[in-house]
């Protein structure tokens, strides 16, 4: 099955700075990556998705890329504020539904004010 | 609009003690989802299930069963609780679709086996 791997497991950043979680998957046929947010103590919630037709998507301070050959996608939030600390999750899937829906081990954000 | 709703919220088992986790959704979603998360680890799949009557296996399902009798209701049953399996359990639906395939979560239920 699909082997995704995520780092780093921490990062902290000044508040304002940008901040990069990558992301690496193993099965080529992958072709739906999002990305979670995690507050603490809450539920995962999914912040921006990319599909593999698709090499760059922005949403405001948050961009995702993908590199298909390489198979490797990341997450960039820029001028992060203290609220986007959280721990932030990728996956992998290559169904139109979430039942193989592969997570990433997490990335502990903490943004420093 | 409640979204998905898990019950309850935490539990303390003793080995060998059995309990089923609810989960149910009003969203009208065809997909639900049961996942674990251990500390400092992602989300683990354990079942599935793409319609009322239709469940199965996902990475992690040993020690865990399921059912789907109606599309709002999806509970997870552990028969003999083991200390492995204390853990975070998320309960998730989607709508399969092409276009809308975003995972909606529950709160979480924390499990601890003693």
């Known amino acids: 099955g699909e082997n995704v791997e995520q780092h780093p497991s921490t990062l902290s950043v000044q508040e304002g700075d940008s901040a990069v979680i990558k992301c690496t998957y193993s099965d080529s046929a992958s072709n739906y990556f999002p990305w979670y947010k995690q507050e603490l103590g809450k539920r995962p919630q999914l912040i921006i998705d990319?599909?593999?037709?698709?090499g760059e998507k922005k949403d405001q301070r948050i961009a995702v890329t993908l590199n298909k050959t390489a198979k490797h996608f990341s997450l960039h939030i820029t001028e992060t504020q203290p609220e986007d600390s959280a721990v932030y999750f990728c996956?992998?899937?290559?169904?139109?539904?979430?039942?193989?829906?592969?997570f990433g081990t997490g990335t502990r954000l903490t943004v420093i004010p | 609009n409640a979204g998905v709703t898990q019950t309850p919220k935490f539990r303390i088992l003793k080995i060998g003690q059995s309990m089923t986790l609810q989960c149910t959704q009003d969203?009208?979603?065809?997909?639900m989802y049961w996942y674990r998360q251990d500390p400092g680890m992602g989300l683990k799949l354990i079942y599935y299930?793409?319609?009322?009557?239709?469940?199965d296996k996902g990475e992690v399902p040993n020690g865990y069963n399921v059912s789907r009798s109606t599309t709002e209701d999806f509970p997870l049953r552990l028969e003999l609780a083991a200390p492995s399996q204390t853990s975070v359990y998320f309960c998730?639906?989607?709508?399969?679709?092409?276009?809308?395939?975003?995972?909606?979560f529950g709160q979480g239920t924390r499990l601890t086996v003693v």
């Open positions: 299930s793409v319609g009322a009557g239709i469940t």
């Open positions: 996956a992998a899937s290559w169904a139109a539904g979430a039942n193989n829906l592969f």
């Open positions: 969203m009208n979603h065809n997909y």
């Open positions: 990319i599909r593999s037709n698709v």
């Open positions: 998730a639906s989607s709508y399969s679709r092409q276009s809308n395939t975003e995972a909606f």
